[in-house]
């Protein structure tokens, strides 16, 4: 997840039946995100299109001189209620950078206006539509943080509904466990610097749905056929839990997984300003590769 400073405390969430408020903190976030993110976006060997399809807006991020027919489903982060339009295109087009292939990052709908199963419905309908140009086993479904959560909970439900399932899915710091149940809620609240609990949200984006919903906390789904997939997370992440308790589910249903935890990282690691950032990078570049081969010329 991007970080923009520290997050509200949880005495700063507004009322869960205060809209406006809630729309003047996602404004305000996003216009903060945006400025940090400006600087690497106009650097970006990247070009970033917006597609509409099926009523959902996608931004199709392709990386110059990019000919590879692999495609990355890229799940924006945000607490499930920030980094929505122009900065959802910003991410997309990091992202495009970072593994070098076409991506794209799914402008799902979001709360205070659009609760579950709004994001969740227009991740899926992203997914069929590139289902429509694609092999599943060029696709790599990729989301963190809050997309975490949406790419795992898209996969159970795309499983559920006989989708054909991607070649290998990355969860990043992934938000799988709403109702924040593992110690790392905790032990690392207060040592996160980027990240606290976001209850709060959690409650506003569920509207009222039972946070423990697999759709809705993905930890708790059954994960039998899942894809590969790879995890990361720091030790000082608040979501530390969720990544390790995801990987041994998987484990547990026979799903290969693979999980990273760097040392002293706080949510979303260190932003790039770290060599295991850069590590991390090449881990997700050398696992795409082998379950989802480049093309042979």
Do not use: K
Request: glycine share 8%; net charge negative; with cysteine.
């Amino acid at each position: 997840m991007l970080s923009m400073g520290a997050p509200p405390s949880v005495e700063a969430w507004p009322a869960a039946d205060d809209v406006d408020s809630w729309r003047r903190l996602v404004a305000a976030r996003d216009e903060l995100g945006m400025s940090v993110m400006a600087a690497q976006v106009s650097t970006a060997p990247v070009e970033c299109v917006a597609r509409v399809v099926d009523g959902v807006t996608v931004h199709v991020a392709w990386p110059h001189g990019c000919d590879d027919d692999r495609v990355v489903l890229d799940l924006h982060g945000g607490a499930l209620i920030f980094f929505g339009g122009a900065a959802c295109a910003a991410m997309a087009t990091m992202a495009a950078a970072r593994t070098e292939l076409p991506t794209w990052g799914v402008d799902y709908r979001m709360p205070p206006d659009h609760p579950y199963p709004a994001g969740l419905d227009d991740c899926i309908a992203a997914y069929r539509a590139l289902l429509g140009d694609h092999d599943p086993s060029r696709i790599v479904v990729r989301g963190g943080s809050a997309g975490g959560n949406l790419a795992a909970a898209l996969v159970v439900r795309a499983r559920d509904e006989g989708l054909p399932l991607p070649a290998a899915v990355i969860l990043q710091t992934p938000e799988v466990d709403l109702t924040e149940s593992g110690d790392s809620f905790q032990t690392n609240a207060g040592v996160d610097t980027v990240l606290s609990s976001l209850r709060e949200v959690n409650e506003l984006y569920a509207a009222g749905h039972d946070l423990s919903n697999p759709y809705l906390s993905p930890l708790f789904a059954d994960l039998a056929g899942f894809p590969p997939t790879l995890l990361t997370t720091g030790t000082r992440d608040l979501f530390l839990s969720n990544t390790v308790r995801m990987h041994r589910a998987l484990r547990r249903a026979g799903v290969e997984a693979a999980l990273h935890v760097l040392e002293a990282a706080p949510h979303g690691g260190f932003m790039g300003a770290a060599p295991e950032d850069a590590e991390i990078v090449a881990e997700i570049r050398l696992f795409i590769d082998r379950l989802c081969p480049p093309r042979v010329s």
